[in-house]
């Protein structure tokens, strides 16, 4: 069975910082880009990283520059997502996502997504 299950997420005041967990099984999770998106309620999901398989090139939106860093671990097949200084326009829910070779900022490309995690930031 295929999952993508999401955690780390919560709340937290501006500026703090949390450490999301995307966790894999049932593919092979060396063979997938792992996309984190994000939806906020009244607006449309937007991508906000993206890691390669190999893990060495990572996307990030203009949005979360500087502030988020994505990584993963083979071994773990787990993709974490730091998120620092945050402030309240990254309050959403945080979703990953997986799909072959490359990143796209499509969601409708990719073929796994986890359940979502809710990350809420309060001014």
């Known amino acids: 069975e295929v999952q993508l299950v999401e955690s780390g997420g919560g709340w937290v005041q501006a500026g703090g910082s949390l450490r999301l967990s995307c966790a894999a099984s049932?593919?092979?999770?060396?063979?997938?880009?792992i996309t984190w998106f994000r939806q906020a309620p009244g607006k449309e999901r937007e991508g906000v990283s993206c890691i390669s398989t190999s893990g060495l090139n990572i996307y990030y939106a203009d949005s979360v520059k500087g502030r988020f860093t994505g990584s993963r671990d083979s071994a773990k097949k787990t993709v974490y997502l730091q998120m620092n200084s945050l402030k309240p326009e990254d309050t959403a829910v945080y979703y990953c996502?997986?799909?072959?070779?490359?990143?796209?900022?499509?969601?409708?490309?990719?073929?796994?997504w986890g359940q979502g995690t809710q990350v809420t930031v309060s001014s």
């Open positions: 996502a997986a799909r072959r070779y490359s990143c796209v900022n499509n969601g409708l490309l990719y073929t796994f």
């Open positions: 049932g593919f092979t999770f060396d063979d997938y880009v």
